[in-house]
T-cell receptor, first 111, second 116 residues
């Protein structure tokens, strides 16, 4: 089983749609969780951290389910500019420990 | 501009050559990393340095040797390049431990290496 798994997509959605991505991780000792965004031929950039209580940043909501070992990202009211690959990142081993990236889920928002 | 910068942006070379990629960050971060993103877009950590000291060294051929002259620089030297080394190499840095943001990665723009 891969350490961090994501549905590669692509998810093709119309503008204004709500879309959700899931990410599962295999190491139960994982401590920190993030979503990154990577545009085509660009570097990844932090989108948001994922906290146990769930957190929201504008149209984006991240959730963590430790019991089932998955995290999710919900995007409401999709914009064309949301088109990108969304990378799930799981960290274990303490501060500045081992970072494991998922392969990413590609989102394409159409007019 | 405060950022992580890498040079060169593109590198095309023949098999068997030795090449280096340079990375600099002016964010005042203590930790720097090298990642490899292959053709399937899988991003994998290669090395991590904290204050010039190696802290993570994943299973990477010893043809790859990182060098950190100071905490703002982490260069990657690759000997005897192979076809399979073709990928995008990203440098990254992260804030000091204890800031609460020490696992946040700030990436450079990447170096696209093509080995012919």
């Amino acid at each position: 089983r891969k350490e961090v798994e994501q549905d590669p997509g692509p998810f093709n959605v119309p503008e204004g749609a709500t879309v959700a991505f899931n990410c599962t991780y295999s190491n139960s000792a994982s401590q920190s969780f993030f979503w990154y965004r990577q545009d085509c031929r660009k570097e990844p950039k932090l989108l948001m951290s994922v906290y146990s209580s769930g957190n929201e940043d504008g149209r984006f909501t991240a959730q963590l389910n430790r019991a089932s070992q998955y995290i999710s990202l919900l995007i409401r009211d999709s914009k064309l500019s949301d088109s990108a690959t969304y990378l799930c990142v799981v960290i274990y081993g303490g501060s500045q420990g081992n970072l494991i990236f998922g392969k990413g889920t590609k989102l394409s928002v159409k007019p | 501009d405060t950022a992580v910068s890498q040079t060169p942006k593109y590198l095309v070379t023949q098999m068997g050559n030795d090449k280096s990629i340079k990375c600099e960050q002016n964010l005042g971060h203590d930790t720097m990393y090298w990642y490899k993103q292959d053709s399937k877009k899988f991003l994998k950590i290669m090395f991590s340095y904290n204050n010039k000291e190696l802290i993570i060294n994943e299973t990477v051929p010893n043809r790859f040797s990182p060098k950190s002259p100071d905490k703002a620089h982490l260069n990657l030297h690759i000997n005897s390049l192979e076809l399979g080394d073709s990928a995008v190499y990203f440098c990254a840095s992260s804030p000091t431990a204890g800031t609460g943001r020490e696992n946040e990665q700030f990436f450079g723009p990447g170096t696209r290496l093509t080995v012919l």
